[in-house]
């Protein structure tokens, strides 16, 4: 039957059909070919870290503590290592975070996550203020649309007890735990989706 009502038709009529078949055919796989690019660019996704407030504010330790700080963000076991860390070289005051400042500078690195850390020293003794290698690590975590997502903190004392090793490595180590505390903060909260955690 199907023969037959083959025969019927014309042959130019034949060539159409299976051009407009090959046609609907191709754009469906250019389709699935741009949703497979769009993914792949889903992946490609910004993180900004701003300059972390310093406490006690002495301008001889800002650069070492910037060095530590920056060091520590893009290590491979955060839990945003699918995300490209950015240094953004300006201060946004911990306690006052100016959103339209965070709106611009994700839009301007097109960043999905902005974070605003504070470092906190520990003072020793008393009077002029003498340093302890132990810091406490504040951050709090907003989405491009200035939406605060989480806020966390990791104090290294209290978490090691160390008592011996450099403010750096503390450093290293507080801002680690608290990368890591943000990322388990998202997860139960789901207000924000962390994507595929794979290099």
């Given at each position: 039957?199907?023969?037959?009502?083959?025969?019927?038709?014309?042959?130019?009529?034949?060539?159409?059909?299976?051009?407009?078949?090959?046609?609907?055919?191709s754009?469906?796989?250019?389709v699935?070919?741009?949703?497979?690019?769009?993914?792949?660019?889903?992946?490609?996704q910004n993180?900004?870290y701003?300059n972390?407030?310093i406490?006690?504010?002495?301008e001889?330790?800002?650069?070492?503590t910037?060095?530590a700080?920056?060091?520590?963000?893009?290590?491979?076991?955060?839990?945003?290592?699918?995300?490209?860390?950015?240094?953004?070289?300006?201060?946004?005051?911990?306690?006052?975070?100016?959103?339209?400042?965070i709106?611009?500078?994700?839009?301007?690195?097109n960043?999905?996550?902005a974070?605003?850390?504070?470092?906190?020293?520990?003072?020793?003794?008393?009077?002029?203020?003498?340093?302890?290698?132990?810091?406490?690590?504040?951050?709090?975590?907003?989405?491009?649309m200035?939406?605060?997502?989480?806020e966390?903190?990791?104090?290294?004392?209290?978490?090691?007890?160390?008592?011996?090793?450099?403010?750096?490595?503390?450093?290293?180590i507080g801002?680690?735990?608290?990368?890591?505390k943000?990322?388990?903060?998202?997860?139960?909260?789901?207000?924000?989706?962390?994507?595929?955690?794979?290099?």
């Amino acid at each position: 039957m199907a023969v037959f009502l083959l025969r019927q038709i014309p042959m130019k009529k034949i060539y159409q059909l299976l051009f407009s078949l090959l046609f609907i055919l191709s754009g469906f796989q250019m389709v699935s070919a741009q949703f497979g690019v769009s993914q792949k660019e889903d992946k490609k996704q910004n993180i900004i870290y701003f300059n972390p407030e310093i406490f006690p504010e002495i301008e001889e330790i800002k650069e070492p503590t910037y060095m530590a700080f920056y060091a520590a963000t893009s290590e491979k076991s955060s839990p945003f290592r699918s995300y490209k860390s950015l240094r953004v070289d300006a201060n946004i005051p911990y306690d006052s975070v100016d959103i339209d400042a965070i709106k611009e500078y994700c839009k301007n690195n097109n960043a999905q996550l902005a974070v605003v850390p504070k470092v906190k020293y520990f003072k020793v003794g008393f009077g002029k203020y003498v340093f302890s290698n132990q810091v406490i690590i504040s951050m709090k975590l907003y989405d491009s649309m200035g939406n605060f997502l989480t806020e966390t903190n990791y104090d290294t004392y209290k978490k090691n007890a160390r008592i011996l090793g450099s403010a750096e490595n503390s450093i290293k180590i507080g801002t680690s735990g608290a990368v890591s505390k943000m990322g388990k903060n998202l997860r139960k909260s789901k207000s924000f989706f962390l994507g595929s955690t794979e290099d």
